[in-house]
C-alpha cells in the first residue's frame, strides 16, 4: 500500500517552454500533498505543501507564479514550471500524506532544461 | 543553527558490519522521528518511524530517539550490499524537517 506515482519520469524541455509533472496517490487518499526539489547529493528542498481544493502553501523564495501547483482532487496534484530555464534543472520529487505524520514519496522526476 | 543535521558521510563498511547513522536535532516540539532510504536517483522510501523517544526495532534496522540529547540514530545490523543508499533523518512537529542524508555504502 501507499503507493505515489509521478509522471513523467525524465523530461527535456528547452528553455522558455512549460513542464507539467504529475504526482498521484495509487491506492489512498491524500489530504495532504508536498514538492520538493533536489540537487545532487543534497537533501530535499521543500518548495509548497498542498491540501485538496486549496491553494498551495509555497515557502521562501519559491515564486508561485512560476511553480503553479494544483491539488485538484485527492489523489492528483501538479507542478508546472513555467517559462523553464537551465537553472530550473533538478530533480522533482512529490510525496502525499494522510496522516499528520507519514509522507510517502514518488519515485521523483529528473527535468532537463537545454 | 540549522533544525536538524546529519553527518553526510561517504560512509563505507564491509558486508556484515553494524551500521549507526545519527542525525542531531534543536528544536524540542519534534514528537515524531523518520528515517528515508532513498536509491540514486529514486524517490525517498520511509523505513520506519518512532514517537518520542525509545527504541523500535524491524528486522534488521533499529531506531533510537533520546530526546534528552536531542539526538537519534538508525543502526542497521548485518548489513548487505542492497542497503547502499543515502539515508535521511527526518522530524515532525508542526512541520516536516530533514537532514542532508548519510551516503552509505556497504562492500562485498
Known amino acids: 500500500g501507499a503507493v505515489v506515482s509521478q509522471h513523467p519520469s525524465w523530461v527535456i524541455c528547452k528553455s522558455g517552454t512549460s513542464v507539467k509533472i504529475e504526482c498521484r496517490s495509487l491506492?489512498?487518499?491524500?489530504?495532504?500533498m508536498f514538492w520538493y526539489r533536489q540537487f545532487p547529493k543534497q537533501s530535499l528542498m521543500l518548495m509548497a505543501t498542498?491540501?485538496?481544493?486549496?491553494?498551495?502553501?509555497?515557502e521562501q523564495g519559491v515564486e508561485k507564479d512560476k511553480f503553479l501547483i494544483n491539488h485538484a482532487s485527492l489523489t492528483l496534484s501538479t507542478l508546472t514550471v513555467t517559462s523553464a530555464h537551465p537553472e530550473d534543472s533538478s530533480f522533482y520529487i512529490c510525496s502525499a500524506s494522510h496522516s499528520k505524520v507519514e509522507q510517502f514519496f514518488g519515485p521523483g522526476t529528473r527535468l532537463t532544461v537545454l | 543553527q540549522k533544525e536538524v543535521e546529519q553527518d553526510p558521510g561517504p560512509l563505507s563498511v564491509p558486508e556484515g558490519a553494524i551500521v549507526s547513522l545519527n542525525c542531531t536535532y534543536s528544536?524540542?516540539?519534534?514528537?515524531?522521528f523518520m528515517w528515508y532510504r532513498q536509491y540514486s536517483r529514486k524517490g525517498p522510501e520511509l523505513l520506519m518511524y518512532t514517537y518520542s523517544s525509545g527504541n523500535k526495532e524491524d528486522g534488521r534496522f533499529t531506531a533510537q530517539v533520546d530526546k534528552s540529547s536531542k539526538y537519534i540514530s538508525l543502526f542497521i545490523r548485518d548489513s548487505q550490499p542492497s542497503d547502499s543508499a543515502t539515508y535521511l533523518c527526518?522530524?515532525?512537529?508542526?512541520?516536516?524537517?530533514f537532514g542532508t542524508g548519510t551516503s552509505l555504502t556497504v562492500i562485498p
Open positions: 527526518a522530524m515532525f512537529g508542526n512541520q516536516f524537517y
Open positions: 491506492d489512498f487518499q491524500a489530504t495532504t
Open positions: 528544536n524540542s516540539a519534534f514528537q515524531y
Open positions: 498542498s491540501n485538496e481544493g486549496s491553494k498551495a502553501t509555497y
